[in-house]
């Protein structure tokens, strides 16, 4: 079995890939929940959508998130209403955003599920469980937990940022200062989260976030150990590639919280988690600095930007999982 600590979007892309490489049905992602928010009332789970939508080959390919022939006439409508109350589209409502996270129809169907089960006292593990059978994915799709768990932003003007304030209100373009959790000190795995990072032949580490997208997800009590005891089975793909992230600000971020933004600064990061770090051939020349940090170095193609790449990551990765010891 594969067990990948998954993101968004390159969590995404990487999966596509391990089910093109295994059977699906040897497939666990254990996804983050840092990012989830309530938008207008309904609970919002953004990477767990993503991994579920483009798994299901419903994502929008360019935006990365949300679904693929969307529409957004009850979000207008909702705006129709802000501007004519005076509402300040741009500030959040409470916890709500008013006006800058773009909830499309077809999205809502799934935020209004989501929400009513989870209302109905059903757990976000077998809510996810429910979404995923209908789409037929043959992925198990776990969140990390069920319990609450929030990512916020530290700005270094000491503003406090709910993560999509952050990512997508703020355009991720403020400096950082921390990042915080809340609810990681009472956070417990969901159910089948320890048993699928013990009992997998390989545990991956996705090339997403390691500040935003992994870290909520190692924080969750007990799942930082549990991969670190399988150390020596657990290969992390570098979201890094040339010094920079593929998408999004975990360059940016690293930089602003004292990791240098490179395979070799990736490397360090892990290096208590991850026996081998994936690096892409262009930071081939890093190998040493990665095997520096006590992490094997693996160099391939990690640019998922054409057919194939995906899967032939994937098959890299269990390759350089297995257990190499004899017997
Ligand atoms: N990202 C944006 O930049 N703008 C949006 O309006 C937006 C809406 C949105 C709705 C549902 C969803 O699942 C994701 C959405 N995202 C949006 C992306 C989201 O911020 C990111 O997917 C993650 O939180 C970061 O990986």
């Not at 997403?208 to 020596?232: C, D, K």
């Not at 490179?262 to 262009?282: C, E, F, M, N, R």
Request: aromatic share 4%.
């Amino acid at each position: 079995m594969l067990t990948v600590l998954a993101g968004g979007v390159g969590a995404a892309r990487f999966l596509l890939g391990a089910v093109e490489a295994i059977d699906a049905a040897q497939v666990t992602a254990i996804v983050n929940v840092g990012d989830d928010a309530v938008i207008h009332g309904l609970d919002v789970s953004p990477d767990l959508d993503t991994v579920v939508y483009t798994l299901a080959g419903a994502v929008d390919e360019r935006r990365g998130w949300g679904r693929s022939d969307e529409s957004w006439r009850a979000i207008e409508q909702v705006r129709r209403y802000a501007e004519s109350a005076g509402v300040d589209a741009s500030a959040a409502v409470g916890n709500d955003a008013a006006g800058w996270f773009t909830l499309g129809d077809l999205d809502l169907g799934t935020h209004l599920y989501r929400s009513s089960r989870r209302r109905a006292g059903i757990p976000l593990s077998a809510v996810t469980a429910e979404i995923v059978r209908t789409w037929g994915v043959g992925v198990r799709v776990l969140p990390a937990t069920d319990d609450p768990l929030r990512t916020w932003i530290e700005t270094v003007d000491g503003r406090r940022l709910s993560f999509q304030e952050y990512f997508v209100r703020e355009h991720h373009d403020v400096e950082i200062r921390a990042v915080h959790l809340s609810g990681s000190d009472e956070a417990r795995p969901a159910p089948g989260v320890l048993d699928a990072i013990a009992d997998a032949e390989v545990v991956v580490i996705a090339p997403s976030n390691p500040v935003v997208s992994i870290g909520p997800v190692l924080a969750v009590g007990g799942i930082a150990q549990a991969v670190s005891a399988r150390r020596e089975r657990v290969v992390a793909v570098s979201p890094i590639v040339g010094g920079a992230a593929l998408k999004g600000p975990a360059d940016r971020m690293l930089r602003e919280l004292g990791c240098e933004p490179s395979v070799a600064g990736i490397a360090k990061w892990y290096a208590p988690l991850a026996g081998t770090l994936v690096i892409d051939a262009v930071d081939a020349h890093l190998a040493s600095r990665v095997e520096s940090e006590g992490v094997r170095c693996v160099v391939t193609d990690t640019v998922m930007d054409r057919p194939g790449v995906a899967a032939a990551l994937t098959r890299a990765c269990l390759e350089a999982g297995e257990d190499r010891s004899p017997g």
